[in-house]
C-alpha cells in the first residue's frame, strides 16, 4: 500500500441498507477525515479525527458515524442509507490537522442510494 | 456563516497564463490551500499561503491577502494536461478547511 486506499471504488445500495466504507492510510498521518463531494458543492466535512481513538463531528455528521480504533483506518458507516446520501466520498489524511499540512486524498468511493 | 467564492468555469487558451479567484469570508483564518482535480480522480495539493504575498513553485504561483479576504492561483505556459478543476480551501478557526465549489478550467488548443 503507497498512500491511501478506499473501498469500495464504488455501490450501488438499497435505501434502508447499512454500509461501511472503507479507509486505510500507511503514511503514519495522525489526522484522518471523511467528506463527501457534491456536483456544484464544495468537498464537506462529514467526521474527522485528529489522532488514534478520537474522533470530531464535521459540517454534514448526521447519518454517520465513523470509528477510529488505530492510526491505519478510518471506516465510515452509513447505519440507515437514504438517497441523499448519494455521493462520492473522499478519505484524507494529513500528519497533523494544523499548520500547513497539506491533506492527501484517496481515490474516492463513488457511492448510489437508490 | 462561512463561505468560499470561485468562478464556477474558465476558458484559456495553451500557452497563456490564466489567474483563478478565491475570496473568502470564514471564522478565523489559518491558511489557504489550492487543490487540483482532474475528473473523476482525487484531489491533489498545489500550494500553501498563509501569510500575505506571492508564492511561487514553477509553473504555478499563489498570492495571498488576508485584509482582502482574497487569494488567486497565477497559472503560466498553459498545457492541455492543466484541463482540470481548481478548489480554493480556508482553514478556519477550528482548524477545519472550508473548500469552494471550484473552478473548472478548460485548456484550448
Not at chain 1, 503507497?2 to 486505510?24: D, E, K, N, Y
Not at chain 1, 437514504?82 to 484517496?106: I, L, M
Not at chain 2, 456563516?1 to 471564522?27: F, K, L
Request: net charge neutral.
Amino acid at each position: 500500500i503507497a498512500g491511501i486506499t478506499q473501498a469500495p471504488t464504488s455501490q450501488i445500495l438499497a435505501a434502508g441498507r447499512r454500509m461501511t466504507l472503507r479507509c486505510t492510510q500507511d503514511m503514519r498521518h495522525n489526522a484522518m477525515y471523511w467528506y463527501r463531494q457534491d456536483l456544484g458543492l464544495g468537498l464537506r466535512l462529514i467526521h474527522y479525527s485528529n489522532t488514534a481513538g478520537t474522533t470530531g463531528k464535521g459540517e454534514v455528521p448526521d447519518g454517520y458515524s465513523v470509528s477510529r480504533a488505530n492510526t491505519d483506518d478510518f471506516p465510515l458507516t452509513l447505519a440507515s442509507a437514504v438517497p441523499s446520501q448519494t455521493s462520492v466520498y473522499f478519505c484524507a489524511s494529513s500528519k497533523t490537522g494544523t499548520g500547513g499540512d497539506e491533506q492527501y486524498f484517496g481515490p474516492g468511493t463513488r457511492l448510489t442510494v437508490t | 456563516g462561512q463561505n468560499i467564492d470561485q468562478p464556477t468555469e474558465m476558458t484559456a487558451t495553451e500557452g497563456a497564463i490564466v489567474q483563478i479567484n478565491c475570496t473568502y469570508q470564514t471564522s478565523g483564518f489559518n491558511g489557504l490551500f489550492w487543490y487540483q482535480q482532474h475528473a473523476g480522480e482525487a484531489p491533489t495539493f498545489l500550494s500553501y499561503n498563509v501569510l500575505d504575498g506571492l508564492e511561487e513553485k514553477g509553473r504555478f504561483s499563489s498570492f495571498l491577502s488576508r485584509s482582502k479576504g482574497y487569494s488567486y492561483l497565477l497559472l503560466k505556459e498553459l498545457q492541455m494536461k492543466d484541463s482540470a478543476s481548481y478548489l480554493c480551501a480556508v482553514r478556519d478557526s477550528n482548524y477545519q478547511l472550508i473548500w469552494g465549489a471550484g473552478t473548472k478550467l478548460i485548456i484550448k488548443p
